[in-house]
């Protein structure tokens, strides 16, 4: 008699609700760390988890290894104006165009008609600093962004009229401090709408003593559009769609990537967006251009090996990427004890290191 061997076991299909979980407000943090590098560091590689300052990474790291960071710049994205009617209105700027044109998402008591000349920043004698005339929606005709042509060099105005683009989270306007402590000390290609939060603990100290124990660092530009906080609205994960944002592996990270790989050593991606940019690559092979990739557990990884984060928003594309990271149940057990301990959240918060699920990295700790 011929034994069948069991049927495969049909793959999980997953629900927003499996990445939720309670958040005491209270450890949202609101503020930056009084030093970057003073944050907690959860080393969630193995069970039991260690906890950590985030200055002591460099020690858990190995020569030879590769940090890959995202280099993008957050710019001053965040515009008040008002309509020719006097209704005031809100622009956050998304992405750059060419000839003076960018792409906003737009708050607006009533959205106004192709061609309106909108009034920006109004001055103390109720002038504009400058104006922004409504070409259409965008990415089609009926998308949900707008397509404006600023009167001036769009990134001139942002810089000295347009405001940090906080997370909604973040209940307080931006002052000086956002200003420098929302941007990397490494952020060169200005672009972002959001910081590349896992980024913001690194300070020179750490980077030098990341050199000097060997470890190797290569850039890559993702520029962070605002839809990194678009809420997953269905339980069918399946069913959503992610936002566009552009990205560019330059060839010298593309080298540092080859010569890790020969030599044994593991790549680090510091931040999601470093993941969603390398593994992008990998699938399509083009190393500039538009990316939406979605994440989600079953993901097979093929460039990353270690990833230092943030901890994330509830019910988000970003749980979903690390829990397909790091494992499902390992993740969510990481998050409980960092509730229970009292780790601060989202982009001012603490940072986590993980390990990709079943690879040597998270087998030996």
């Known amino acids: ?42 080393d969630g590689r193995g069970w039991p988890p260690a906890d950590r300052i985030f ?56 959205k106004p008609a192709p061609g309106t000349v909108l009034r920006m920043a109004p001055q103390a004698d109720g002038q504009p600093a400058f104006t922004a005339t409504l070409l259409g929606r965008w990415p089609e005709a009926d998308g949900p962004l707008f397509r404006l042509r600023f009167s001036d060099d769009p990134y001139a105005m942002m810089e000295r009229h347009g405001h940090v683009p906080l997370p909604p989270y973040i209940e307080h306007p931006d002052t000086a401090e956002d200003e420098q402590r929302y941007q990397t000390v490494f952020a060169k290609n200005p672009g972002a709408v959001a910081a590349p939060t896992a980024a913001l603990h690194f300070d020179e100290a750490v980077l030098a003593a990341l050199a000097a124990r060997g470890v190797q660092r290569a850039s890559v530009t993702l520029h962070v559009g605002a839809g990194t906080f678009q809420p997953v609205k269905g339980e069918d994960i399946r069913a959503h769609r992610m936002h566009s944002e552009w990205y560019r592996i330059p060839p010298q990270t593309l080298a540092a990537l080859e010569r890790t790989r ?57 749980m979903m990427l690390v829990s397909a990271f790091a494992g499902y149940e390992h993740v969510m057990a990481l998050y409980r004890h960092a509730i229970g301990r009292r780790y601060r959240f989202f982009s001012y918060g603490d940072a986590m290191l993980l390990a990709r699920a079943g690879s040597a990295a998270a087998a030996a700790d």
Do not use: C
């Open 262 to 318: 020969r030599a044994g050593g593991r790549v680090l991606a510091v931040g999601t967006t470093t993941v969603r940019t390398l593994e992008s690559w990998a699938r399509s092979g083009a190393t500039e251009g538009d990316t939406d990739i979605f994440i989600t557990p079953g993901f097979d990884f093929r460039v990353v090996d270690l990833l230092i984060t943030n901890f994330h928003l509830p019910r988000s594309t970003l």
């Open 1 to 42: 008699m011929t034994t069948l061997p069991p049927a495969a076991a049909p793959a999980r299909t997953w629900t927003t609700s499996d990445f939720d979980f309670h958040l005491p407000p209270e450890l949202i943090a609101q503020h930056p760390a009084p030093e970057r590098s003073a944050s907690r560091l959860l």
């Open 55 to 110: 200055r002591e990474l460099p020690a858990l790291l190995a020569p030879g290894d590769l940090l890959v960071f995202n280099d993008t710049q957050v710019i001053k994205a965040r515009l008040y104006g008002e309509k020719p009617t006097g209704g005031r209105l809100e622009l956050l700027v998304e992405r750059m165009l060419a000839d003076g044109e960018v792409v906003a998402h737009m708050k607006v008591s009533k």
